[in-house]
């Protein structure tokens, strides 16, 4: 299975190439990667073009981040999609390769995992962990709701689901997940790993 890899980008040259390197770093080599980036002028668009045709991106002004996010789903070729935060980064080489995995084991539409923040001045320092845990219907009502950057989904159950809402300024992420496990009723896997 080919998988595709998005990160939505603005103004992230601090941080977007520890990104890249981690997204290229995973073990799992059947994979592409897309940057797609708001019209950045910090610097961020030479650090993209500095990876040659290690990567893709686009860089142009967008409506918000949900704007670029339904961007990169026209753009990518692959059967599994995730993305990746521009100040984001795998912990270890081996996540897409597990996801693929997990993909494969359990024949779902949707797996997704747990999510570690690290102090930003020193990334080897966890201040938080996410645990999502198993994933039931109801839980929806009470507020759960499995890390938007964990959340790996079958390209084809993507499209079923259709575009983020870019009418939702701060929550589209959610309401997309939402729409997807519990209005559509995809199956999901919970791999419990970073």
Not at 95 to 105: Q, R
Not at 149 to 172: E, H, V
Request: glycine residues 6%; charged residues 20%.
């Amino acid at each position: 299975m080919k998988v595709s890899i998005i990160t939505v980008s603005y103004q992230s040259a601090a941080t977007l190439r520890q990104t890249i390197e981690s997204v290229l770093s995973q073990d799992y080599i059947n994979k592409e990667y897309w940057v797609i980036d708001g019209g950045s002028t910090d610097g961020s668009l030479e650090i993209l073009k500095s990876f040659g045709s290690a990567i893709h991106f686009i860089s142009e002004k967008d409506a918000g981040i949900y704007d670029a996010m339904n961007k990169g789903l026209k753009l990518i070729h692959g059967d599994i999609i995730g993305m990746i935060g521009a100040d984001d980064f795998y912990p270890t080489n081996d996540v897409i390769s597990s996801v693929v995995s997990a993909f494969e084991s359990n024949q779902v539409d949707v797996v997704y995992g747990d999510k570690q923040y690290a102090n930003p001045e020193n990334p080897e320092k966890i201040v938080r962990y996410w645990t999502a845990g198993a994933y039931q219907e109801e839980q929806w009502l009470y507020g759960w709701m499995p890390p938007h950057l964990s959340f790996y989904i079958k390209k084809f159950s993507a499209d079923k689901n259709g575009p983020y809402r870019t009418d939702f300024t701060c929550s589209a992420d959610y309401e997309w997940m939402l729409r997807a496990l519990y209005k559509n009723k995809m199956s999901a896997f919970y791999l419990p790993k970073v």
